[in-house]
């Protein structure tokens, strides 16, 4: 089982994490406010992806350090011909090591020249001149490459400059078996609903020359909807449609200080509790509403949300085996579960 589930009509309690793990409904999450509409982990009111497109240098010296330096994850979307990918590729495979996401932005990064302000779209890189049998088969070849940098099958994609009109029609329907979501289109940067995403059309926000100020207010709407930002930054403190890294630290800085409030995650993890919610929904029972959900993201146990209970002797029914809190008896395992294990020894707790 990936994920414990609290489900309850009105309330649950943030039950103890023991030798098995159990959930009950007999308190309230937070006293103070109800379960939000959608569920995010960890009782988060919301959920922010920082992605940042196009595979720039900047990227790796303004914003790969800010993000480690707070601890949050993000999604580079790498456009495979792109000089820093290949000058730089030691770099890009570390950040993935570090738990960032590479996500696929095509080989050769065609938009399309119709339109305006497109005079710099270049005529052997022009959506609009590109099959849409081509697209398909670039695509999938850059899922091929960048699994050679990061060792990763699963993936997401994002559609330069948001188009996805090739010759011959829209190119993503034949990518959807392919990706866990896809960034196109035109939409509303924070929806007012969970239930109003299309995994394989989600909008983004593509700030330029935005203040942290600003920033921080989109994602203070996403909380007071109890929905998501999907931000797509470009050069930070540098390269084009730049945002400053004083801006971009600011944001990082806040999403650090409230991360029981904000969930900030690469975009695949997002987009993956996303399509749990729905088949959990699609399987709930009439009347039952899901009140809380943990789904291990991280890679240790939330201990803000579990607590681990230690004792022996018997602890007030004739218990033989002692409770402890060593380490290697919980732990989290592949991002998706929380493994308790027994061990057989000494009746003595650690």
């Not at 489900?7 to 379960?35: D, E, I, M, Y």
């Not at 995994?199 to 600003?214: D, I, R």
């Not at 803000?304 to 060593?326: D, K, P, S, V």
């Given at each position: 089982?990936?994920?414990?589930?609290a489900?309850?009509?009105?309330?649950?309690?943030?039950?103890?994490?023991l030798a098995?793990?159990?959930?009950?409904?007999?308190?309230?999450?937070?006293?103070?406010?109800?379960?939000?509409?959608?569920?995010?982990?960890?009782?988060?009111?919301?959920?922010?992806?920082?992605?940042?497109d196009?595979?720039?240098?900047?990227?790796?010296?303004?914003?790969?350090?800010?993000?480690?330096r707070?601890?949050?994850?993000?999604?580079?979307?790498?456009?495979?011909?792109?000089?820093?990918?290949?000058?730089?590729?030691?770099?890009?495979r570390?950040?993935?090591?570090?738990g960032?996401?590479?996500?696929?932005?095509?080989?050769?990064?065609?938009?399309?020249?119709?339109?305006?302000?497109?005079?710099?779209?270049?005529?052997?890189?022009?959506?609009?001149?590109?099959?849409?049998?081509?697209?398909?088969?670039?695509?999938?070849?850059?899922?091929?490459?960048?699994?050679?940098?990061?060792?990763?099958?699963?993936?997401?994609?994002?559609?330069?400059?948001g188009?996805?009109?090739?010759?011959?029609?829209?190119?993503l329907?034949?990518?959807?078996?392919?990706?866990?979501?896809?960034?196109?289109g035109?939409?509303?940067?924070?929806?007012?609903?969970?239930?109003?995403?299309?995994?394989?059309?989600?909008?983004?926000?593509?700030?330029?020359?935005?203040?942290?100020?600003?920033?921080?207010?989109?994602?203070?709407?996403?909380?007071?909807?109890?929905?998501?930002?999907?931000?797509?930054?470009?050069?930070?403190?540098?390269?084009?449609?730049?945002v400053?890294?004083q801006?971009?630290?600011e944001?990082?800085?806040?999403?650090?200080?409230?991360?029981?409030?904000?969930?900030?995650?690469?975009?695949?993890?997002?987009?993956?509790?996303?399509?749990?919610?729905?088949?959990?929904a699609?399987?709930?029972?009439?009347?039952?509403?899901?009140?809380?959900?943990?789904?291990?993201?991280?890679?240790?146990?939330?201990?803000?949300?579990?607590?681990?209970?230690?004792?022996?002797?018997?602890?007030?029914?004739?218990?033989?085996?002692?409770?402890?809190a060593?380490?290697?008896?919980?732990r989290?395992?592949?991002?998706?579960?929380?493994?308790?294990?027994?061990?057989?020894?000494?009746?003595?707790?650690?």
């Amino acid at each position: 089982m990936h994920h414990f589930l609290a489900l309850c009509a009105r309330r649950v309690s943030r039950s103890t994490l023991l030798a098995a793990v159990f959930v009950t409904c007999a308190a309230s999450v937070h006293a103070a406010a109800p379960a939000p509409a959608f569920a995010w982990p960890g009782g988060a009111r919301a959920a922010v992806s920082l992605a940042y497109d196009d595979a720039l240098d900047s990227q790796l010296d303004n914003a790969l350090p800010a993000l480690d330096r707070h601890g949050i994850k993000g999604t580079f979307y790498l456009q495979l011909s792109s000089p820093p990918v290949a000058a730089r590729l030691p770099a890009w495979r570390v950040a993935a090591v570090r738990g960032h996401e590479l996500g696929n932005h095509s080989l050769f990064h065609q938009c399309s020249s119709k339109g305006p302000d497109r005079g710099w779209v270049a005529a052997h890189r022009d959506l609009a001149t590109t099959s849409r049998a081509q697209m398909v088969d670039q695509v999938l070849l850059a899922n091929t490459m960048l699994e050679a940098i990061d060792g990763r099958r699963e993936r997401t994609y994002t559609a330069p400059c948001g188009d996805v009109q090739a010759l011959g029609g829209d190119y993503l329907p034949a990518l959807h078996p392919a990706f866990v979501a896809i960034k196109a289109g035109n939409g509303p940067g924070v929806p007012a609903s969970m239930a109003a995403v299309d995994p394989y059309q989600v909008a983004s926000v593509g700030p330029v020359g935005a203040s942290g100020a600003e920033l921080i207010a989109l994602v203070e709407q996403a909380v007071a909807r109890g929905t998501m930002v999907a931000f797509t930054f470009h050069g930070i403190g540098g390269d084009h449609l730049s945002v400053s890294s004083q801006a971009h630290e600011e944001l990082v800085r806040y999403l650090a200080a409230h991360r029981d409030v904000v969930w900030t995650d690469t975009f695949i993890n997002i987009m993956q509790h996303l399509r749990q919610q729905v088949t959990q929904a699609q399987a709930r029972p009439p009347g039952w509403t899901l009140a809380w959900s943990d789904e291990f993201s991280g890679a240790t146990l939330d201990r803000t949300i579990w607590t681990l209970e230690t004792g022996g002797h018997g602890w007030g029914n004739n218990e033989m085996q002692f409770y402890t809190a060593r380490p290697e008896n919980v732990r989290v395992e592949d991002a998706t579960k929380a493994r308790i294990t027994r061990r057989r020894g000494s009746r003595q707790p650690a």
